[in-house]
């Protein structure tokens, strides 16, 4: 083992190992399954053809000679010299040596699916590594916009500052704010709850996540949705108890490496009857624009558009119907405002 290093959110794990002969980094989650690998370097002079016995013995692969940059091999890595990039999402990570750019294992990799990740010293498309130098063009400014985003959340004041950003903007949209609860449990990302009471034609409180776009969800650019959301929940109940639900799913997409969208579903993680909001409700819907409920539409981060997601309690069979015949079936007849 060369190095370790575990992404902000706890989600992802990079360790970078070597043998005498190669090196290759993986990224797995928490439970140990590797999600993305990449060789990084032969130490050795390379073989012609590919060494299938090796492979199939689960040490670290020798790349042939018609695939590498330096036929000769390398000095092993240092870890002294090595440098962690992780991904704004977490889901993807780069990593750095002396030399500058050393390796990119973007959150789609899948080895499973022939997708590994970039490594410097590849050349052409191997089922262990793509050249890096065929991908700078995409990868460049991503990695450029990841060293950004830490220096800027390695500041001092940039919690505070973003906090008052999303708050201003809900101050034009709901009114002014009433208690503020931190929901963060001292883990990243950071997460914070405000509550809006009733305001004139407004006869329910609504609370909503101070935090969650503050950073890119993971997987979400390789779908048509919004990278960034924030949640919201009206209640005309103790907003306290509402707040639960802001527990339960406002760091999730970073905890599951995942998104949340427009119609998706949520069962409750606890027992049934434990659901905060009363009603016999097990579950969320979550939707973008429901009827009878405030348009929090128009705010931006870094020139992405940041959706709210409403979270509008649904039935156990309601969640069942969603999961068989689609959320469109459902959200087509749910009335978010009797629902609170």
């Not at 240092?78 to 990570?93: H, I, K, M, Q, S």
Request: contains cysteine.
């Amino acid at each position: 083992m060369v190095l370790t290093s575990t992404n902000p959110y706890g989600s992802r794990v990079l360790t970078v190992e070597r043998d005498q002969v190669s090196s290759v980094a993986y990224l797995r989650d928490p439970a140990g399954s590797v999600r993305g690998a990449v060789w990084l370097g032969n130490h050795v002079t390379a073989p012609m053809s590919l060494d299938l016995a090796r492979l199939n013995t689960g040490r670290p692969p020798v790349m042939p000679r018609a695939g590498t940059r330096r036929p000769f091999g390398t000095a092993h890595l240092d870890a002294a010299r090595l440098r962690v990039l992780w991904f704004e999402e977490g889901d993807g990570v780069a990593l750095y040596d002396d030399e500058g750019l050393l390796a990119v294992i973007p959150g789609w990799a899948d080895l499973e699916r022939g997708m590994p990740g970039y490594a410097r010293d590849a050349v052409g498309e191997w089922p262990f590594a793509w050249a890096l130098s065929e991908a700078l063009e995409g990868l460049s400014p991503r990695v450029a916009k990841a060293e950004a985003y830490w220096q800027w959340r390695a500041g001092e004041a940039s919690w505070a500052s973003f906090q008052q950003f999303v708050m201003g903007h809900l101050d034009g949209r709901l009114g002014p704010p009433g208690r503020f609860w931190d929901a963060s449990g001292g883990r990243l990302p950071a997460l914070g709850v405000t509550e809006r009471p009733p305001a004139y034609g407004r006869d329910f409180t609504v609370l909503s996540t101070v935090g969650m776009s503050c950073q890119r969800m993971p997987s979400a650019e390789l779908y048509d949705t919004p990278t960034r959301v924030e949640l919201a929940v009206a209640t005309r109940g103790d907003p306290r108890s509402a707040a639960r639900l802001f527990l339960w799913l406002g760091q999730y997409p970073w905890r599951s490496v995942t998104w949340l969208g427009d119609g998706h579903t949520a069962r409750w993680y606890h027992q049934p009857g434990t659901f905060p909001i009363p009603g016999g409700y097990e579950g969320v819907m979550m939707l973008a624009a429901p009827h009878g409920l405030p348009d929090l539409s128009g705010f931006q981060v870094a020139g992405d558009v940041v959706r709210w997601l409403w979270l509008v309690p649904v039935t156990d069979g309601e969640l069942k119907v969603a999961a068989e015949r689609g959320h469109d079936v459902i959200a087509a007849r749910l009335s978010a405002a009797h629902r609170i």
